[in-house]
């Protein structure tokens, strides 16, 4: 089965800093992965995803991740967080074995503080 | 491009009554619109796959019974919870692939949510 694991529940990281969203993958075959945003009582927005190519991906709001498939990861990043970046961020990857459903991971909880 | 909406953003309902929610795809036509529940502080939880034009596929533990939905147009799903119960209050959210390939990708386009309390 697909699947996405987001080992830290919650990130904190002072306003200014870099930051680091763990993401870990375990597919069959060649992976699709999304990174998705969600602010309080809204929807999820897109951020970005990888499906081929260049192992650093750059999405919306300066964030970027990078494919690692030696390590099944793919850690979103940002090299300059702020305070409106604090938001819920799943990490998801296409089920090809489930009519290409998205599987998501239980979701990070960012905190940038000023 | 790719909005998707829904309506309505929140509603309060009693005890066994219904409620529907719709899903539309504001600018592109939609052949999969996928409905998802979210308890707060947790994952989305998909419920059903939605295909126009014909039954939609639930997720295994979903009452297809309870949880209606209808995909009849390229732009409009709607979700309707039958004889709503307090369990039933969470918050919905659907999302939307692209027919024309957009995102072949597999990416979905997801709406804002609708928030149900079940009194």
């Known amino acids: 089965a697909q699947s996405v694991a987001q080992p830290e529940d919650q990130v904190n990281v002072a306003e200014g800093n870099p930051l680091t969203v763990k993401c870990t993958y375990s597919v069959s075959g060649n992976p699709y992965l999304f990174w998705y945003v969600q602010y309080p009582n809204r929807g999820l927005q897109f951020l970005l995803k990888?499906?081929?190519?260049?192992?650093l991906v750059k999405g919306s709001y300066g964030f970027e991740a990078e494919f690692n498939k030696s390590q099944t990861s793919f850690h979103l990043k940002k090299p300059s967080a702020l305070v409106s970046d604090s938001a819920l961020y799943f990490c998801?990857?296409?089920?090809?074995?489930?009519?290409?459903?998205?599987?998501f991971g239980a979701g990070t909880i960012l905190r940038v503080k000023s | 491009g790719a909005v998707v909406s829904q309506h309505p953003s929140w509603v309060i309902c009693k005890s066994g009554t219904s409620v529907k929610i719709e899903c539309r795809s504001l600018?592109?036509?939609?052949?999969?619109m996928f409905w998802y529940r979210q308890f707060p502080k947790q994952s989305l939880m998909l419920m059903a796959t939605s295909n126009e034009g014909s039954k939609a596929t639930y997720e295994q533990g979903v009452e297809k019974d309870k949880f209606l939905i209808n995909h009849a147009s390229l732009t409009l799903s709607t979700l309707t919870v039958t004889s709503a119960h307090p369990e039933d209050s969470s918050f919905y959210i659907c999302?939307?692939?692209?027919?024309?390939?957009?995102?072949?990708?597999?990416?979905?386009?997801f709406g804002p949510g609708t928030r149900l309390t079940v009194t």
């Open positions: 999302s939307a692939r692209d027919y024309n390939g957009r995102s072949s990708s597999y990416e979905q386009y």
């Open positions: 990888y499906i081929t190519g260049d192992n």
């Open positions: 600018d592109f036509q939609a052949t999969t």
């Open positions: 998801a990857v296409r089920d090809i074995t489930g009519g290409n459903k998205l599987v």
